[in-house]
T-cell receptor, first 111, second 115 residues
């Protein structure tokens, strides 16, 4: 079965880089997602990567995938106070309807 | 496009009362989902509808029923609310492109308190 693990909290200073980590269980034909949830709102997709890729970059966001260790990370460059939110990692096997979500990492950005 | 909409935004019920949470999407998506979010538990799938006319149980279906009214609408019903159902409920939809990225789009949530 699938299991997605994340640390629960991360605190960084404004302007620093943030790295949020996630481990997953299945490495064959898997989509891996990062979602952001701001207070009082629903989840919003930030980015996704397929398991045959190593890296994906989109502006301040960099996703790195280590297939050997089944480790996914989201790096946010020049972190701003507006980046304070809960970040969810999710895994979905290709061919399945259902993603498995981690418990979310609360990112707190200090001025 | 409004995306995924949910009503109501907030609701307080007494134990034993019933209610229906409404969800609609305007993206012509085939699949729709209901999740609950509890502190420290992440998202747990209650029910989903892979396509119009089908519904299936998720991880935590007990105490809930669903109806896929048409392609746009997917409702969640609590027949006899219990305090353990106090939670934030999210509806989501996706194209059902199982071979592709099949991103889920989420509504803003319904915050339910059962006293």
């Amino acid at each position: 079965g699938e299991d997605v693990e994340q640390s629960l909290f991360l605190s960084v200073r404004e302007g620093d880089s943030s790295v949020i980590n996630c481990t997953y269980t299945d490495s064959s034909s898997t989509y891996l997602y990062w979602y952001k949830q701001e207070p009082g709102a629903g989840l919003q997709l930030l980015t996704y990567i397929f398991s045959n890729m190593d890296m994906k970059q989109d502006q301040r966001l960099t996703v790195l995938l280590n297939k050997k260790d089944k480790h996914l990370s989201l790096r946010i460059a020049d972190t701003q106070t507006g980046d304070s939110a809960i970040y969810f990692c999710a895994e979905r096997l290709r061919g399945s309807y259902i993603p498995t979500f981690g418990r979310g990492t609360s990112l707190i950005v200090h001025p | 496009n409004a995306g995924v909409t949910q009503t109501p935004k907030f609701q307080v019920l007494k134990t034993g009362q019933s209610m229906t949470l409404q969800c609609a999407q305007d993206m012509n998506h085939n699949s729709m989902y209901w999740y609950r979010q509890d502190p420290g538990m992440g998202l747990r799938l209650i029910y989903y509808s892979a396509s119009e006319g089908t519904t299936d149980k998720g991880e935590v279906p007990n105490g809930y029923n669903v109806s896929r009214l048409n392609k746009r609408e997917f409702s969640l019903r609590l027949e006899s609310a219990a305090p353990s159902q106090t939670s934030v409920y999210f509806c989501a939809s996706s194209e059902a492109d199982r071979g592709g990225s099949d991103t889920q789009y989420f509504g803003p949530g319904t915050r339910l308190t059962v006293l």
